[in-house]
T-cell receptor
């Protein structure tokens, strides 16, 4: 069975702090894709990043960075110098080699206080 | 470039009624997926449509059905509504398979309340 676990239900930080959101996944597929989405209070899921199982290079995009480690089945997301606008629920998700169905974690609610 | 659009934004129904939700995919996308998101939970996959056929289905009863039209837009129908069907219903679209990406782009959702 495929599963995504986000153990942190809620995180609260003060603006300009760095914060890491954890994601652990389970799959028996050798080919799969991992995603992070952001869901602000408006409700729309915003795509942040897609990673395939063969690419373990870390990625940085502005204040966002992602650390993918197959050895620990983790795909963690770090926000550097957090801002109030980063407040949202963040979801990690997985698609297996048959495609189609996104499997989401429970989400981590990040609150950045001024 | 228009993103994924959904209608209506909000909907209130009573138990036993039927509801139809609508979705138009992002330009250039031909695959539409539907998800149900209960309060405080991650989205759950309902089904996916491609070439006007249901290609994959999640663990949802037959009360949930869908359709895809030749212009790639899609409808989600739910019959015999239950209180537990109250949720945010999200539509996502993705490019054709030959583009070799499974990235799904989501619409703003329809908030369904069943009383």
């Amino acid at each position: 069975a495929q599963k995504v676990t986000q153990a942190q239900t809620e995180i609260s930080v003060v603006e300009k702090e760095d914060v890491t959101l954890d994601c652990v996944y389970e799959t028996r597929d050798t080919t799969y894709y991992l995603f992070w989405y952001k869901q602000p209070p408006s409700g729309e899921l915003v795509f942040l990043i897609r990673r395939n199982s063969f690419d373990e290079q870390n990625e940085i995009s502005g204040r966002y960075s992602w650390n993918f480690q197959k050895s620990t089945s983790s795909f963690n997301f770090t926000i550097t110098a957090s801002q109030v606008v980063d407040s949202a629920v963040y979801f990690c998700a997985l698609i297996g080699n048959q495609g189609g169905k996104l499997i989401f974690g429970q989400g981590t609610e990040l609150s950045v206080k001024p | 470039d228009a993103g994924v659009t959904q209608s209506p934004t909000h909907l209130i129904k009573t138990r036993g009624q039927q509801v139809t939700l609508r979705c138009s995919p992002k330009s250039g996308h031909d695959t539409v997926s539907w998800y149900q998101q209960a309060l405080g939970q991650g989205p759950q996959f309902i089904f996916q449509y491609y070439e006007e056929e249901e290609r994959q289905r999640g663990n949802f009863p037959d009360r949930f059905s869908g359709h895809q039209f030749p212009n790639y837009s899609s409808e989600l129908n739910v019959n015999a509504l239950l209180l537990g069907d109250s949720a945010l219903y999200l539509c996502a679209s993705s490019p054709p398979p030959w583009e070799r990406t499974d990235t799904q782009y989501f619409g703003p959702g329809t908030r369904l309340t069943v009383l």
